[in-house]
Nanobody, 123 residues
Framework: QVQLVESGGGLVQAGGSLRLSCTAS????????MGWFRQAPGKEREFVAA????????YYGDSVKARFTISRDNAKNTGYLQMNSLKPEDTAVYFC????????????????WGQGTQVTVSS
């Protein structure tokens, strides 16, 4: 079974940047599409970004488009989420997720999840 571990979260001032990493083990990472989701207290899990397994096509939620960049390094079994121009409303727990084949925008379609990493953006 694929296991995912996130890192890179923390506290940052508004306008700053963070890069989240998601390292996979237990499967062939290059065969999985990867997504990032976030969840703030009392709110449902929200789609952030996804990258397709075969051609590297990238997709973003409207709230992060032009500010966040998703990427992957299959040789390192690692996916990344570069977050720039951070805003206080970006504060949430960020989760990486993986699924076989195509990307998805719904959290329930991803069977493999990391434990989450906290991102806090101060004003």
């Amino acid at each position: 079974q694929v296991q995912l571990v996130e890192s890179g979260g923390g506290l940052v001032q508004a306008g700053g940047s963070l890069r989240l990493s998601c390292t996979a083990s237990g499967g062939t990472f290059s065969s999985y599409s990867m997504g990032w989701f976030r969840q703030a207290p009392g709110k449902e899990r929200e789609f952030v970004a996804a990258i397709k397994w075969n051609d590297g096509s990238r997709y973003y939620g409207d709230s992060v488009k032009a500010r966040f960049t998703i990427s992957r390094d299959n040789a390192k079994n690692t996916g990344y989420l570069q977050m720039n121009s951070l805003k206080p409303e970006d504060t949430a727990v960020y989760f990486c997720a993986a699924k076989w084949g195509t990307t998805g925008y719904t959290a329930s379609t991803y069977p493999h999840w990391g434990q989450g990493t906290q991102v806090t953006v101060s004003s």
